[in-house]
């Protein structure tokens, strides 16, 4: 299931409860931290998540997939869009 534009699991995510996080599809782009670049330009070419885009994974997704403040350290978020691009959970 699709939590997320950028792959990251919302369900798991600690900004959720820490920050009252909604996420992007909920707040359109404007989450906890405010504009989110990522989430804006998916709406803006029409999908649902990174994966679906033919530059994935571009360099900007991959500065915040690895960001030491919003990413997940590893860029598992990238694989779990590889997963999504696919059709799986």
Known sequence: MVESMCGCICSTCEF???CGCKGCFVSKGYPFH?????ALCCMEHGYTHCGECEEFPCQELKEYAYD?????E?????EVL???AKGEA
């Not at 405010?34 to 990522?38: N, Q, S």
């Not at 030491?68 to 997940?72: A, F």
């Open 68 to 72: 030491p403040e919003y990413g997940d």
């Open 34 to 38: 405010g504009e989110c670049k990522i």
């Open 74 to 78: 590893n860029g598992s978020r990238l």
């Open 16 to 18: 959720v409860e820490k």
């Open 82 to 84: 590889r997963k999504w």
